[in-house]
């Protein structure tokens, strides 16, 4: 008969337990699973790069070396080089699309236009383009510097001028500042692959650089193009999670999936298009209404006041509400799973990227010049199911909750400097009177393994600390659901942090974006150094960043190139090199001599928090403040 497994998400619990059948799950998959994987793959010593293999290694083992004589510690840095390259490429693939829309955009190409010019100049700037030059040759120039970024094979990415110059001196020293990200990407794999590099430490230092070419290269171009074509995020009410009032009873509902925010904008030009809405209500409809998922999700819900309708960990339940026409997707992120559970219902998958299509779905290929065409093709495609709906199949249990997001750098700038003054002084000086204790990031993904709990339990347990949090990605999505992105929230706060939000309105948690905008929280860690008074470079502020509950590859390149730009990590509930002792010592222990900050590993949210106050507490301290 039909068995619930027991699943980490409140809302997905309800939602598949009213389910008439069993649908295969990934919370069913992975009690199917167990929960014993294979400890080789799991701490990184399983290597697989050729053919004489795959060798389960184990450290300190002579008989069981790899059969080419490779050390627990070479295949387990080798195989964190391999997830820093694909989860850089990964932002770094996305950042370029944005940057090809961009060009497109201002060549007259597509039907979008550059909608932040407050914004603009300060980018150009950044980019070492002139900024005082005439718009059209302005936008020109920031789109051929912006594309170079990906394919320079010598010299310095522009971004990293941003950072302290203490911070950039080091790169140099190091010999770490990225040259162009494809660059970075291509060699970081040769290097991994079979006979090439076998020095660990060489491996791991080649993965800061790598990974520093997605945080001040891929990941910032993504950002800040973004911003550009579609506007500066500045706060915004909207609501998150599955509820009436984010997938509609009496609308087309189409939820769009994935991270690159161009097929979104266009889907949300299309849905208001009176054309689109008469089709719609041709067939039963009131219009046609949009929900996003994931990175894409926290893109327009920043932007648009879109609501988020889940997280990574909700994908399956939104679908399986019954209620969805479509799930349109671009990339990464996307289970597989998700055209299974489709198949259940009347809602059709619609690939929509080239890079990126699904067995059992449907492709219908986005191109940015053709913006409007294309995503009326892909409405009209869901508002031909909306007969299809089968009521006796909905169930939308309503559990939305109120968040307060767009919080892009700029904007604390201005909510904490005040509209006159836009500046982190405030801020700074907030921490060195210890009404701020400091700030953490508490960013990532959610993951099916993890109780959800932790990252929640963790960020009260900060907040009432007086820690400041900031937040992204599907952690920043979970945090809404648990009421944190409400100003409200500010009274979990210390008294002293409680008084200093309250003062301005905000929440105590603070929604910066989508994965790729963790380059806002570089920028911002930037400026408060520029802003003085807290030190000279970034591992000298009293911050830190974790990821709880991370699952995917880019999660990690994240990590690296915060811990090179100075800010230490904690990871949890594991790390993927712990099989190797050696390896594992130099990017928890080493890194900190090297970039003075590194990784840290926890499970409980009590270890998170300890970890993560005390850290703060000591940088404090060594500040004398
Ligand atoms: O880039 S947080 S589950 S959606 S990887 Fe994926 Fe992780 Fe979510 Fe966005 Ni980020």
Same mark, same amino acid.
């Given at each position: 008969g039909k068995r619930t497994p027991k699943v980490q998400n409140k809302t997905a619990q309800v939602i598949y337990e009213s389910l008439g059948e069993e649908i295969l799950t990934a919370p069913a998959r992975v009690e199917r699973r167990g929960t014993t994987p294979c400890l080789f793959g799991k701490g990184g010593t399983c290597c697989r790069v050729c053919n004489m293999g795959p060798c389960q290694v184990v450290e300190g083992v002579e008989e069981l070396k790899g059969v080419c004589g490779a050390s627990a510690a070479t295949v387990v840095a080798r195989n964190f080089g391999r997830m820093v390259a694909s989860g850089g490429s990964a932002h770094s693939d996305h950042g370029r699309q944005v940057a090809i829309d961009f060009y497109e955009t201002v060549h007259g190409e597509t039907p979008f236009e550059v909608k932040d010019k407050r914004k603009l100049r300060v980018v150009a700037q950044a980019l070492g383009v002139d900024p005082n030059q005439e718009e059209p040759e302005l936008l020109k120039q920031i789109a051929e510097v912006a594309l170079r970024v990906f394919n320079q094979q010598e010299g310095e990415i522009p971004f990293i001028r941003r950072a302290p110059e203490k911070r950039q001196a080091l790169w140099r020293e190091l010999g770490v500042v990225p040259r162009g990200v494809d660059r970075e990407v291509v060699e970081l794999l040769h290097r991994t692959t079979i006979g090439v590099d076998q020095d660990y430490r060489n491996i791991l230092m080649a993965c800061a650089r790598t990974a520093l070419a997605d945080g001040w290269g891929g990941s910032m171009i993504a950002t800040e193009l973004q911003d550009l074509l579609f506007g500066n995020p500045g706060p915004i009410k909207a609501k998150v999670n599955i509820g009436l009032s984010v997938i509609r009873e009496d609308m087309v509902n189409v939820? @769009?999936?994935?991270?690159?925010?161009?097929?979104?904008?266009?889907?949300?030009?299309?849905?208001?298009?009176?054309? *689109?809405?008469?089709?719609?209500?041709?067939?039963?409809?009131?219009g046609v209404n949009l929900a996003g998922i994931c990175c894409t999700g926290n893109e327009i819900l920043m932007r648009r006041g879109i609501p988020v309708a889940g997280s990574f960990l909700q994908q399956e339940a939104a679908i399986a509400t019954g209620a969805l026409e479509a799930v349109v997707v671009d990339v990464q992120c996307i289970m597989q799973n998700v055209v299974e559970i489709a198949k259940h219902f009347h809602t059709a998958v619609i690939t929509t990227n080239p890079r990126a299509k699904m067995e059992g779905g449907i492709h219908l290929e986005f191109d940015a010049r053709k913006a409007l065409d294309c995503a009326k093709a892909i409405l009209r495609e869901a508002i031909a199911r909306f007969p299809k709906r089968d009521k006796s199949k909905v169930n939308i249990p309503d559990h939305t909750?109120?968040?307060?997001?767009?919080?892009?750098?700029?904007? =604390?700038?201005? /909510?904490?400097? $005040?509209?006159?003054?836009?500046?982190?002084?405030?801020?700074?000086?907030? =921490? =060195?009177?210890?009404? #701020?204790?400091? @700030?953490?990031? *508490? @960013? $990532?993904?959610? !993951?099916?393994?993890?109780?959800?709990? #932790?990252?929640?339990?963790?960020?009260?347990?900060? #907040?009432?600390?007086?820690?400041?949090?900031? +937040? +992204?990605?599907?952690?920043? +999505?979970?945090?809404?659901?648990?009421?944190?992105?409400?100003?409200?929230?500010?009274?979990?706060?210390?008294?002293?942090?409680?008084?200093?939000?309250?003062? @301005? $309105?905000?929440?105590?948690?603070?929604? /910066?974006?989508?994965?790729?905008?963790?380059?806002?929280?570089?920028?911002?860690?930037?400026? /408060?150094?520029?802003?003085?008074?807290?030190?000279?470079?970034? !591992?000298?502020?009293?911050?830190?960043?974790?990821?709880?509950?991370? /699952?995917?590859?880019?999660? =990690?390149?994240?990590?690296?190139y915060f811990v090179a730009s100075g800010a230490t990590v904690v990871f949890g509930p594991d790390f993927p090199t712990l099989q190797s002792q050696v390896a594992t010592d130099f990017l928890f222990h080493e890194m900190e001599k090297i970039f003075g900050a590194a990784w840290r590993v926890a499970r409980t949210a009590e270890e998170f928090a300890s970890i993560m106050i005390d850290h703060i507490k000591n940088k404090r301290k060594a500040l004398g403040i």
């Open positions: 939820a @769009v999936h994935g991270h690159e925010p161009v097929l979104a904008e266009a889907l949300a030009m299309a849905a208001s298009d009176p054309e *689109i809405v008469e089709e719609a209500k041709k067939v039963g409809a009131k909750v109120d968040v307060v997001v767009g919080f892009s750098h700029e904007t =604390i700038l201005y /909510m904490l400097g $005040g509209r006159f003054r836009a500046s982190y002084k405030p801020l700074n000086e907030n =921490i =060195i009177n210890g009404k #701020i204790l400091g @700030v953490a990031a *508490i @960013v $990532g993904c959610d !993951n099916y393994r993890v109780t959800e709990e #932790i990252q929640v339990e963790l960020a009260k347990e900060l #907040i009432a600390n007086n820690v400041l949090v900031l +937040t +992204t990605g599907c952690a920043a +999505t979970g945090l809404g659901r648990a009421g944190l992105l409400r100003p409200e929230a500010a009274e979990l706060a210390g008294d002293s942090l409680r008084e200093v939000l309250e003062a @301005v $309105g905000c929440p105590p948690v603070l929604h /910066m974006g989508s994965c790729v905008d963790n380059s806002r929280i570089l920028v911002a860690a930037s400026e /408060m150094v520029h802003t003085g008074g807290l030190g000279e470079d970034v !591992n000298e502020l009293p911050v830190v960043g974790c990821a709880p509950q991370w /699952m995917s590859e880019k999660a =990690i390149t994240i990590g690296q």
